[in-house]
């Protein structure tokens, strides 16, 4: 991982606002695809919501490279430094 990679996953860690849920999800999605690749688990079962949400976004990314996962993660935790600010 570059450092502008990890650099952009500490900063959005203390956003003075919390994003939404999409937004959350979308940063989610990218982190697992540009960390680990395409899905290598089974969907979560049908009572777990939430982990379902977080595979399906995941999955949503998938035949991504590594490197444009990255490049689309650093870009978008940016967006969302400017929007919500650092606290």
């Keep these: 991982m570059s450092e502008a990679f990890n650099k952009a996953a ?3 860690k203390v956003l003075k ?3 939404s849920n999409e937004e959350l999800l979308e940063l989610y999605g ?3 695809q540009a960390t680990v ?3 290598n688990t089974d969907r979560p079962g049908m009572f777990d919501l939430k982990g ?4 399906d976004s995941w999955k949503g990314r998938e035949g991504l490279s ?4 990255e490049a ?3 870009e978008t935790a940016n967006g969302l ?3 919500y600010g650092k606290a």
């Design 10 to 12: 500490e900063d959005v």
């Design 17 to 19: 606002s919390t994003p």
């Design 30 to 32: 990218l982190f697992k």
């Design 37 to 39: 690749g395409d899905v």
């Design 52 to 55: 379902k949400s977080k595979w």
């Design 66 to 69: 590594k490197a444009d996962a």
């Design 72 to 74: 689309k993660y650093i």
């Design 81 to 83: 430094i400017a929007k």
